[in-house]
């Protein structure tokens, strides 16, 4: 890749990086508020909110940032697993992105909040967990990418064939 080009995909990589953390922090700390709260309309109010930041900015923050890691890792030294801090870094991504679709259900707290204080208890703390580990990933990640540990993979070379 030209350097500009190269230079531009980190830029974006970097902003919507920056971003994702940020929309992660904002739903913890809705999150953590609803759950909090004796007050179970503002839970309610708090849990309607949040599909609109997952799919306003955390989806597609996260498809843009696991789209532009991988560019540079494929067209740059580093490589995707060349280096142990890249392949973690995509690995963090990746799960940061599994952790959103498969454990974090705003939907359903909202809902559950509509059945009292009992109902929307049971899996709130739930929620913060899921969300504060999307949080320690993503910081983790950001670590990497300023340190850039220079252990190598160790690849085994494959025999060739006779």
Same mark, same amino acid.
């Given at each position: 890749?030209?350097?500009?080009? /190269?230079?531009?995909? $980190? ?36 849990? /309607? ?24 890792? $494929? ?86 064939? /006779?």
């Amino acid at each position: 890749m030209r350097p500009p080009i /190269r230079k531009t995909v $980190l830029v974006i990589h970097i902003i919507v990086s920056v971003a994702l953390l940020g929309e992660v922090w904002g739903l913890v700390v809705l999150n953590t508020a609803a759950t909090l709260t004796n007050d179970l309309g503002l839970a309610h109010a708090a849990y /309607r909110l949040m599909p609109n930041l997952v799919f306003a900015g955390g989806i597609p923050l996260s498809l843009t940032a696991l789209v532009t890691g991988i560019t540079l890792g $494929l067209t740059s030294h580093w490589g995707l697993f060349r280096y142990y801090w890249v392949t973690v870094k995509l690995g963090l991504l990746v799960a940061v992105i599994c952790v959103g679709m498969f454990l974090f259900d705003p939907e359903g707290m909202a809902a559950a909040t509509e059945g009292g204080a009992a109902a929307a208890a049971s899996g709130q703390w739930s929620q913060v967990t899921a969300l504060g580990a999307q949080i320690v990933m993503l910081i983790a990640s950001t670590v990497l990418s300023v340190f850039k540990p220079r252990w190598k993979l160790r690849v085994t070379p494959v025999p060739a064939a /006779r």
